[in-house]
Structures are given as structure tokens and as C-alpha cells.
């Protein structure tokens, strides 16, 4: 079954503990991406990829970083989260951004006290 | 910069009816259009895709148009049912290809 797999679904955390939430995908597609999405603002973009080892910054990377070292695998780290960073968390993936379907991931619900 | 519009923000009706839900972006200068479904607590479904150089798209009941020189974009669900219940999002891929930018929905509440 073609999907997008995310980990945690849920997390707890305290501000400042590193923290990494994992997305694979089995498509083998090209491009990756992560979303943030918080009542009132919608979807955001934070970072993307277009394959492996070429990722940039989306429209709020601030406070994230994130690597594309194998094809399936788009990790999103948090280095020092803070409560700001409180938000649900979407991976997707397709084949490439601006031609094919956008599947995502169920989302990662992150909170940070 | 790409702005994304949804109107209504919610829209409530009994089952059985036709309803239309409405897109509009700032920049027709677009890749590709996408509808998509979310239930509550849960990842985004594309429904719909309409490449910028066709007019439409059909699945089911389920129909989606694109006019990109008006910066408008119309899902259209014929016979609307309790489960088609959810929040549907717009979205366009940007000009330079590596993003979708998101409308913030319409949710819709189908009763029985």
C-alpha cells in the first residue's frame, strides 16, 4: 500500500530536549516536504526536498532543520523546542512539487511545555 | 506572493444537496491545482488534481474546474452525503515548483 509514515503521532516534550520526528514514504518519490498547520494560519510550508542531499527552506524554517540522506526518509529535527513550536506536524511526498499528486502523512501532534 | 482564498469558511446542509465550494488565488502564473480532504485529527486526501492546462476534473461525484486567468477554482459535490463531511482544502503549486500554498479550508457539515 503506497503511504506516507510519520513518528511519533504524538508527542509530549519540554522546552529545549531535542527532539526528531520521522517520515518515510514507499513511492519512491522524488520530493519530500514538511507542513505545519495551526488554527487560524492554515497549512506552512517549513522545509522541502527534491531528492536526496538537495533540501531548502519553506516559508518558516526557523528553529528546524532537516536531512535527506536516503530517498524514503525526510526526518524533521527540533534541536531546542520551544512552546512556539506547538503545532501539528504533516509530511507528504510526491513526485515531483509542482506536477504530481500530494500524499501525506496522518500528522504528528507535538507539544512542547 | 501566492495567496489562496476559500470561501465559504463553513457551510452546513442537508444531505442530498449539490453544493459549490470556492477557490480563488492571486497568481495565475500556477503549475497545478489540488483539492483535498482532511478529517478531524487526520492527514490530508488529495481528491482532485487539475494540471494549469486543463479546465477540469471528475471523481465520482466529485467535480473540480480551473480558470486560471480569473484565479478561480470551484469544487462542485452533487448528491452531498453525511460522510462527505470534512474540511476540503485548495491549494496551488508555486511558480517555482517546490510548494503547494494552502487556502484554509471549508468545512463542511452534511446532516441526515
Known amino acids: 500500500e503506497a503511504q506516507v509514515t510519520q513518528n511519533p503521532r504524538y508527542l509530549i516534550t519540554v522546552t529545549g530536549k531535542k527532539l526528531t520526528v520521522t517520515c518515510s514514504q514507499n513511492m519512491n518519490h522524488e520530493y519530500m516536504s514538511w507542513y505545519r498547520q495551526d488554527p487560524g494560519l492554515g497549512l506552512r510550508q517549513i522545509y522541502y526536498?527534491?531528492?536526496?542531499?538537495?533540501?531548502d527552506k519553506g516559508d518558516v524554517p526557523e528553529g528546524y532543520k532537516v536531512s535527506r540522506k536516503e530517498k524514503r526518509n525526510f526526518p524533521l529535527i527540533l534541536e531546542s523546542p520551544s512552546p512556539n513550536q506547538t503545532s501539528l506536524y504533516f509530511c507528504a511526498s510526491s513526485l515531483g512539487a509542482s506536477t504530481g499528486e500530494l500524499f501525506f502523512g496522518e500528522g504528528s501532534r507535538l507539544t512542547v511545555l | 506572493k501566492q495567496e489562496v482564498t476559500q470561501i465559504p469558511a463553513a457551510l452546513s446542509v442537508p444531505e442530498g444537496e449539490n453544493l459549490v465550494l470556492n477557490c480563488s488565488f492571486t497568481?495565475?502564473?500556477?503549475?497545478?491545482l489540488q483539492w483535498f480532504r482532511q478529517d478531524p485529527g487526520k492527514g490530508l486526501t488529495s481528491l482532485l488534481l487539475?494540471?494549469?492546462?486543463?479546465r477540469e476534473q471528475t471523481s465520482g461525484r466529485l467535480n473540480a474546474s480551473l480558470d486560471k486567468s480569473s484565479g478561480r477554482s470551484t469544487l462542485y459535490i452533487a448528491a452531498s452525503q453525511p460522510g462527505d463531511s470534512a474540511t476540503y482544502l485548495c491549494a496551488v503549486a508555486n511558480q517555482a515548483g517546490t510548494a503547494l500554498i494552502f487556502g484554509k479550508g471549508t468545512t463542511l457539515s452534511v446532516s441526515s
Open positions: 526536498s527534491m531528492n536526496v542531499e538537495v533540501t
Open positions: 487539475i494540471q494549469s492546462s486543463q
Open positions: 497568481d495565475s502564473a500556477i503549475y497545478n
